[in-house]
């Protein structure tokens, strides 16, 4: 069964930066500290990434998945599907992106994830915390330095 997860932060840079950010697929191994690999398979006519190829550190493993990415709601939204994975059934998610009330942008992430072997609950929820909580973090880091730049 998959395990369901959100997360919300601020992030102090514009929404068009957060976006333009987490769009950028292919720069995610300069700044996500465990994605050591995003090769963009498929574009789509405005040249956003349709299919990406990731391989990602995963408790001491080697991960490999594809997501198939849906930019039908941009820029206010960016969700994936898994497409195919060796660890993991289900790897479902989405970024949703809107103005801060003060400035900046919320940005709220979502996750559905299924590993393909058995693991304790609590094992499974502390994985999926520190994936969120990094992932989230990291992009903050990102987004405010390019800001101040």
């Not at 997860?5 to 996500?32: H, K, M, N, S």
């Not at 103005?99 to 919320?106: F, K, L, V, W």
Request: hydrophobic share 40%; charged share 30%.
């Amino acid at each position: 069964m998959a395990e369901q997860a959100t997360e919300r932060t601020t992030i102090g840079a514009t929404p068009d930066l957060v976006y333009e950010t987490a769009l950028d697929i292919e720069r995610y191994p300069e700044w996500a500290q465990d994605i050591k690999e995003a090769t963009v398979v498929e574009r789509d006519d405005a040249g956003r990434p349709l299919r990406v190829r990731f391989r990602a550190a995963a408790m001491g493993h080697s991960a490999r998945y594809v997501l198939a990415y849906d930019h039908s709601d941009a820029p206010h939204r960016l969700a994936w599907i898994l497409e195919q994975g060796d660890i993991v059934r289900k790897l479902d998610g989405e970024y949703q992106f809107e103005p801060a009330p003060n400035g900046g942008t919320e940005v709220t992430y979502h996750l559905e994830a299924e590993l393909a072997v058995p693991l304790p609950g609590f094992i499974k929820r502390r994985a999926e915390s520190k994936i969120m909580t990094t992932a989230l973090e990291e992009l903050r880091h990102r987004c405010e330095d390019a800001s101040v730049r």
